[in-house]
């Protein structure tokens, strides 16, 4: 876990919102520092099973280590058939091989009322909802959820404190994004999906016209959603550059192209990465850009983002990591 955060560290991240595998809190706040000296901001999610730790309060820790909220998964992947879909998965040798059969659409891993009993819960108690959804059929239902929700509540209140935000977002459609707006939602998009496998998405798994459509990351910018981009990490390479040169280039590892149409520029892309994220977090009066007055974490880099063109990112080297004005790498 210490190697995760200090890799995460060394590839010019300050802030980590939530990794792939949770430890005990009190062992993961010790993880993130080095002498007792802060490694890096982490922004810890509990599990539903680790309600234990859960705090008394959504006001704990500080500005380097602190228990946002709980996170939930309404489906899951579409590598093992578990993303909830609208139109059924394509049928041929492998997805026979991932046990995908004939006609299958996935389904949500967790009932409606579950769901809307744990929104009701930890959403009346200020804490934020961190929702892996991948599928367009699991966002619709997400939208018509968190929409019963709020009906039943009558009040606008949390859906802009909170900032529930939902995770993966690989087919979720552009009308679902104009729900969230609506709803007050925020999307956190796992590009590297579109460079690792967006060949067998186009291919083998949904189809071409299905993965034309994924990952529709200018729309939710220019919605103002506040979206980011993340790495699931540590199963995904920690490459803070490799996310923003895939959102603008939208390169499949084979050198296709996907979805040309929601590629977004340098400037937008590192939005994603910075005061997008601490914003995500209610941290964007603290963290995330350079102002007078926050605090001065940043990344120093071998190359102009601005002034190299992205197909070129990869030559780019981290040099340097400063947490609070402390170099931490």
């Avoid at 010019?12 to 010790?30: C, D, E, H, I, R």
């Avoid at 690792?196 to 016209?209: M, P, Q, S, V």
Wanted: aromatic share 10%; with cysteine.
């Amino acid at each position: 876990y210490q190697d995760t955060l200090q890799h995460l560290v060394e590839s010019g991240f300050t802030s980590v919102a939530s990794l792939g595998y949770n430890m005990p809190p009190l062992l993961a706040k010790y993880a993130s520092s080095n002498k007792f000296s802060p490694r890096i901001r982490q922004f810890f999610y509990l599990h539903k099973d680790e309600l234990e730790y859960l705090p008394n309060s959504p006001d704990n820790g500080n500005d380097y280590f602190k228990i946002m909220g709980i996170k939930l998964w309404h489906d899951g992947s579409p590598y093992t058939g578990t993303m909830a879909i609208t139109a059924p998965y394509l049928h041929n040798s492998l997805t026979q091989k991932m046990g995908i059969g004939a006609g299958h659409k996935g389904e949500a891993r967790i009932s409606d009322q579950e769901f809307i009993q744990q929104l009701e819960r930890f959403d009346s108690e200020n804490w934020q909802l961190a929702v892996h959804s991948q599928g367009d059929q699991s966002n619709r239902e997400l939208v018509a959820l968190f929409t019963q929700y709020f009906a039943k509540q009558n009040s606008q209140d949390n859906k802009q404190t909170q900032r529930h935000r939902v995770e993966h977002c690989l087919l979720i459609p552009k009308s679902v994004l104009n729900e969230f707006k609506r709803l007050g939602l925020t999307p956190s998009f796992h590009i590297n999906h579109l460079y690792y496998y967006g060949d067998a998405l186009a291919e083998k798994i949904i189809g071409l016209n299905r993965a034309e459509s994924i990952l529709p990351i200018k729309t939710a910018i220019e919605l103002g959603l506040h979206p980011t981009l993340h790495a699931d990490s540590p199963m995904f390479p920690a490459d803070p550059i490799s996310l923003m040169k895939t959102a603008i280039t939208r390169k499949t590892k084979s050198g296709k192209y996907l979805g040309l149409d929601q590629a977004i520029s340098p400037q937008q892309a590192l939005r994603t990465m910075t005061i997008n994220a601490a914003w995500q977090l209610n941290m964007e009066t603290k963290i995330g850009s350079l102002e007078v007055g926050k605090l001065a974490d940043f990344t120093l880099i071998s190359n102009n983002l601005y002034q190299l063109p992205a197909q070129q990112w990869s030559e780019i080297k981290v040099q340097g990591v400063w947490l609070a004005g402390e170099q931490k790498f």
